[in-house]
C-alpha cells in the first residue's frame, strides 16, 4: 500500500540519517588534521562527517573522545611507517625507513600537511590542557622507543661508540618531524627529499 505522500515524507523525516562510521571517523580526522582540536568546532565536525550531533555523540562520544579515536586511527593508517622503521636490521635503515614513510605522507596530495600530532602537542587553546598531554603522551612513546633502537643498534656496532646513540635518536626525530613542519608551511616534494639526502650523507655509520 502507498502511503499518503505528506505522510512519507514525515516518516523519512523521522528514520535516522544512516552512515557509515569509517568513513565519518576519516572525515574527522581530515578536520582535526587541517583545523586543529580548538579550530575543529562541532558543526564543521557534524558537516563534514555527514551527521547530527546527536548521531555524532551517541556513535562517538563527545569531542575529546572523538579526538582520540581520530589519533588511534591516524596512527593506525597514516604514521604505521614509524613503528616499522624501527623493525630495520640497522640504524641507517631506521633512519631511511622513518624518512621515506614522512616523505610519502608529506607528498600523498590525499593528506593535508603537515604532522596532527605536532599541531596538537605545540599549540592548543585554554582548556585543552588533556588533548596536548594526551598526544605529548603518545609522542614521548615513539621517543622512547627510537632512543631505544638506537642504543641497541650501538652495541650492535652500527655507529661508533663516540656517537651518544639518545642524541643521535633524538636528531633523527628532531629532523623527522622537521620534515612535517617544513612541509606544513609549503615545502616541495624536493626540498623535502633534498633534506632527507643531506642528512643521510652525514649519517655517521653503515
Known amino acids: ?16 540519517r544512516q552512515f557509515d562510521p569509517d568513513e565519518a571517523l576519516t572525515a574527522a580526522m581530515r578536520v582535526f588534521w587541517e583545523h586543529g582540536y580548538a579550530g575543529a568546532s562541532i558543526s564543521i565536525l557534524v558537516k563534514a562527517m555527514g551527521l547530527n550531533r546527536g548521531s555524532l555523540y551517541a556513535t562517538f562520544g563527545d569531542k575529546e573522545a572523538l579526538f582520540h579515536r581520530v589519533m588511534e586511527l591516524y596512527e593506525r ?10 623493525d630495520q636490521p ?20 590525499d593528506n593535508p600537511k603537515g604532522s ?23 609522542s614521548n612513546f615513539w ?15 652500527d655507529f661508533p661508540s663516540t656517537i651518544d646513540a639518545k642524541s643521535l635518536a633524538l ?4 629532523s623527522s618531524d622537521g620534515l612535517l613542519v617544513a612541509a606544513g608551511t609549503g615545502a616541495s616534494a624536493a626540498e623535502l627529499s633534498g633534506i632527507v639526502s643531506i642528512f643521510l650523507a ?5
Do not use: C
Open 1 to 16: 500500500m502507498t502511503l499518503h505522500p505528506e505522510l512519507e515524507r514525515a516518516n523519512s523525516r523521522g528514520r535516522p
Open 90 to 109: 640497522t640504524a641507517r635503515g631506521v633512519a631511511e625507513r622513518l624518512f621515506r614513510g614522512t616523505l610519502a605522507l608529506q607528498t600523498n596530495s
Open 143 to 157: 621517543r622512547e622507543k627510537l632512543i631505544d633502537r638506537m642504543i641497541e643498534a650501538q652495541r650492535q656496532g
Open 77 to 86: 593508517e597514516k604514521t604505521a611507517y614509524m613503528m616499522d622503521a624501527l
Open 171 to 174: 636528531s633523527l626525530k628532531a
Open 202 to 206: 652525514t649519517w655517521p655509520g653503515k
Open 116 to 138: 596532527m600530532g605536532i599541531v596538537h602537542s605545540v599549540s592548543h587553546a585554554p582548556g585543552d590542557e588533556a588533548i596536548r598531554t594526551f598526544v605529548m603522551e603518545r
